[in-house]
Every structure is written in C-alpha cells, then in structure tokens.
C-alpha cells in the first residue's frame, strides 16, 4: 500500500494531449459528429429533392393496394392486397431462401469437409475439385446456370414430366397436389406438431439415456413412424378432413396445386452449394487445428473413428468453425438478394424493386429494407455468438 | 464390464516386425515378449524408433512386416481386431493429450460410456475411484486446462485405466513435466507396477527403470540393441553402443 501510495504522488502529471483515455474519447466524439452531420446533409438533401417532386413522406403507403402479383406466396396475396402484404411476401421469400440455404450449405459444407481429410484418395479428390470448381465461379453466373442452362430446358407446360397424373414438371416450375383443408384438418395439423415435437424430445431422451444407463434406443426409426403414424391416425380417426387440389392444365399454363417455382429452385441450389464450398474449408481448417494428439488419445481408448470425431474432435474444431461460419451465413443471407436477377420475388427485387417504382417512397422503402436485412444479421450474428460462448474453453 | 477371458500366452510378442516411413526404414526386425505382469523400459537416443514401436502395439502405425500379437490376438488390418485390441490396451502420452472441452471427470469417463456402453453413475462411481487412485480426486469438476501438467498427466493415467487395461503402454510420460512434478507420476506408476499391471515404459528415468523393471529394452537406429534385466543392463552391458549411451545419459 505504502509503495503504491508513493508512486503515484511521485509520478509527473500526465499532459491531457498524452492521455491515452481522453485522446481516444476526443476522437470518438468528432467521428460521431462526423456522420451525424453527413448523415443529416444527406437526409435533407433527399427531403428537399422529394418535396420537389411532390411525393409525400411518411408510412402511409404501405396500406395502399399493391396492384401487381406475386408468383410465389406462402401467405394469402393478390393483385388486391396492399403493399404491407407485398413486403411480408417478399420478406418471408427471403427468409425462405436464407434458411434453407443455410441449413443446406451447412450440411453439404460439413460433409465435403470433412471428405476433403478423408484418407480414401478419391473421396478426398472430388471434395477438394468441389470446393475450387464452386467457389472460384461467380455467384450470379451460378444463378444463371441453374436457372438458364438446367431448369430452362425443361419442357412447356404442354409437354409436362408427368407423375401419377397428379405432379407435373415443366420449365415453369414443379406441381404438386395442394392439400385443401376441410373442417378438423387443423387436428391433423395439430398431430402433425406433436409428433414433430415429440421426435426431437425423443433424440434429446434417447441420448440421454443412453449416457445414463448404457442403453441404445432406436430413437431414428421410432421417430419415423411416429412422425408418419400420428398424423395419419388423427386423418384416419377424423375420417381424412382434406381433399387435394390437383393442378391442371388450362390454356398454356397449370392452374391450381401447390408450384415450386424454378427461380426458387435454381436459388437455393446455387446459393447454398456456392456456400458449402467456403464452410467445407472453414470446417477442414477447424478440423486440422485440432492436435492430431486428440484422435490419437480418443482412438487409444477404443472410441471408433466416427465417435472421435462426433464426442471429441468436433466439439474442438467448433471453436474454430463457429465465428467464420457466422459470416457465411450473413454472406447467404445478402447473396439471398441476387436473386432480383432471375426475378425471385424476394425482398430487394419486390419491395426495393416494383414497390419503390411503383411508389416512390425511396427513403421508407430503403430504410426498411435495410433495417429489415441489419436485424435479422443482427439475430443471426447474436445467436451465433452465444452458441460460440457456450463452446469457450475453460482456462486457468 | 466383460473382460475377455485371458488367454494363457505372453501379453505382448512382437515377430520380426519391421516399418518403413516411405524410403525411410524406421524399425528393423523387431523381436519382443512381453510377459504378462512385465515390466518393459524402453529406451534409446532420439530418432531410434522408441515411439514408433510402442505406437504399433495398438495401431496408431501400421507396421508392414512380422507380426504383432497382444493377449494372444494378432494384429491385422481388421477393425474389429484393433478395436478389441484397444480396449485392453492403455496408453499415456508425452503431451498428456486429455480432452480440454470436457472436464476431468467428462474425460475419464468418456470411454466406459460409449465404448463399454457402461450407465453414467456407474462410470462417474468408477471415474472417482481412479481419480482417488492417483489422489486427485478433488479435481474432478475441473477442466484440463486448470490443471498443472503433473495433475494433468495423472488425470491421463486414470483415464487409461477407466478401461480397465491389461496392458499400459508409456509414452516418455515425465518428459514434458518440471521436476518436481515428475516424482508424483513416478509414484503413482510404481503403485501400477506393484499391482501387477503388465506395462511397457519409454523413459529416460533410469531410477525408475533400475527399482521397477523386469527388464530394460535398448534401441539404436530401429534395432533393439540390447534387451536385459537392470542390474545387468547398468553395470554390464554387453554392446559398445549401449555403454556409450548409459555413459551420456548418466553422466
Ligand atoms: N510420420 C512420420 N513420417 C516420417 N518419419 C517419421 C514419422 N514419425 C517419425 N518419423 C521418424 O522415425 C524415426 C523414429 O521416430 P520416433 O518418434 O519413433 O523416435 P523416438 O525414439 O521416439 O524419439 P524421441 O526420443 O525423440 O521421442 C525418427 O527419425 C523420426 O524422424
Ligand atoms: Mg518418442
């Protein structure tokens, strides 16, 4: 205490301009009026040009009817419906897009990975020719080729891949019987959730017991049937409440059913293969960080090579993986918005594209866009970091 | 747990055994018994193929020519071999190697869960009793990384023996230890030794090798140059080489 005491009576006084805490809080606070200001030039600057052109500002024209269609939407929408509703298509479009994207690039991106360290020659070849053939094609001409060169040449609709009569495949996408719902199908639905739920609470138990009493459960298969069963037991027990719309053929196109649009098709696919050849390598790269010293401990003890690499060289690897895979999927989910070139109806090709044509608006139109594509960055980024949190090593 | 039942041959043979890195011939027609009960140090300069050897016993090399035989179960390209064969071989590494995600106790019982499908309370009931074993059992609930490296090279040993092993193979298990933690490893591989645990040591501790040994193995450049009892091995070696190396290594 004595010797602190001293120190810092005998220290010199620190001029302001050297420290380090004022500099950095002086420069902070002129960067902030640094963009305010430009922020606000550039505000009224488009204000003024606005004003001059007699649009008016302000939200009110998202309840106005949009007036144009939308080929693909899970909610119900036509010409009719407001510009509101237009952007909840388009958004959840987008979302659509995104999460399969990044549930399928995930899943292709660990599996070519891990293949791209396989000792089998050949296996480890195609991963490595995947990985260099796919990422170092631009992303947009990925697009094109699924869209243009593969699903372009299917068939009209006249001359349709048929299936059982009921699924049709041509170069306006894929159709499939639509189910129609009559009274009590929201039972059927309901089962439906159940059983979904009730599976994955049966992976949770069944690892759970197994750790605990050292005893497999078929979890996979009982779940299956479960997942098939019940719903069809509720149809069964309610006396099958739905019927199926079929699509069919009327004048040059089908009417009716549910479409997979090929525009919808050729995204997923390009986005979420283009993608899985970045994540293969940050999965290799996590996967050789890990000390080879740990297979070799976890083979020594018995553990099978699929089991080292599940209980103990993955949990490692995440680590590694965790924070670069993050940006790939923020990178999947504005990549999402190329997709205004083969005219997917999602957010920046409809709200961004026709709404702000259509209206004007594009200060409201932009902000939210924008806000819309930063919050759900923001909630993919926030999750991921938490998840990487869980995984942190515990150090002296 | 199912311990196989015994077979009444030596634990360990190795039968002209030789392995090539490429061009490289890195262990040449290697012979060993290994009693069951025995205990083997190996030893030999740098680069002389120590590792290698002890790393073929339970297949982390391949070896390409002569046979190995552990518990009376020859040693082939068939995974259902080598993993029976490492069920019932233990090994502890220079560089510790415990699983730095898990927890101590997590570590230990790791394997009994998946390999011996053994219930959670009752490996965790073994765990303890081999953490105890090595007398730390009050480290259970720790991480490796909060442990110093003697500790953690305790840990490893009971992680081995969570298996329940006939067989212990030692990797140079004190090198990479300050010394005042070598004594404590020691200590406990004494205890191991005096239980009867058949083991096959690399270690340059000659003062272990003199109290525990049955026998102490020579290697020089891929041979075993010498293989004899302690007293023999220290006061009367019979190959130039190995004088020439005890004179190095006990000054
Ligand atoms: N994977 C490998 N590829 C090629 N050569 C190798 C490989 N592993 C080891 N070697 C070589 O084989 C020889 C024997 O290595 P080994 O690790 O068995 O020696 P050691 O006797 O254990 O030495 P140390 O006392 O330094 O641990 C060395 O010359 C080494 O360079
Ligand atoms: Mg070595």
Known sequence: MAVEAKATSSAPRTPVWRDPAIRSLAIQALLLVVVLGAGWWLLDNTRQNLNRQGIASGFGFLDHTAGFAIVMHLIPYSEASSYGMALGVALINTLLVTSLGIFLATVIGFFVGVA??????????????????LRNVPLLLQIFFWYFAVLRALPPPRESVTLFGAFFLNLRGLYVPAPVAASGFGLVLLAGGVALVAALGLGLWARRRRVATGQDFPAAAVSLGLLIGLPLLVAAATGFPMSWELPALKGFNFQGGLVLIPEFVAMVLAISLYAAAYIAEIVRSGILAVNRGQTEASLALGLSPAQTLRLVVVPQALRVIVPPLTSQYLNILKNSSLAAAIAYPELVSVFAGTVLNQTGQAIEVMAITMAIYLSVSLAISAFMNWYNGRNALRER | MTPATPSTGPAIQIIGMHKWYGDFHVLKDINL???????????????????????????????????????????????????????????????????????????????????????????????????????????????????SGGQQQRVAIARALCMNPRIMLFDEPTSALDPEMIKEVLDVMVSLAEDGMTMLCVTHEMGFARTVANRVVFMDQGEIVEAAAPEQFFNAPSSERTRQFLSQILH
């Open chain 1, 116 to 133: 791209r360290l396989s000792s089998n020659w050949l296996v480890a070849r195609l991963a490595a020719f995947y990985v260099e053939a």
């Open chain 2, 33 to 147: 018994t290994v009693e069951k009960g025995e205990r083997i140090v190996v030893c030999g300069p740098s680069g002389s193929g120590k590792s290698t050897m002890i790393r073929c016993i339970n297949r982390l090399e391949e070896h390409q020519r002569g046979q190995i035989v552990v518990d009376g179960i020859e040693l082939t390209s068939d995974l259902k071999r080598i993993d029976g064969i490492r069920r019932e071989v233990g090994m502890v590494f220079q560089q510790f190697n415990l699983f730095p995600h898990l927890t101590v106790l997590e570590n230990l019982c790791l394997a009994p869960i998946w390999v011996r499908h053994m219930p959670r309370p009752e490996a965790e009931a073994l765990a303890m009793s081999y953490l105890e074993r090595v007398r730390i059992p009050e480290q259970a609930r720790k991480y490796p990384g909060q442990l």
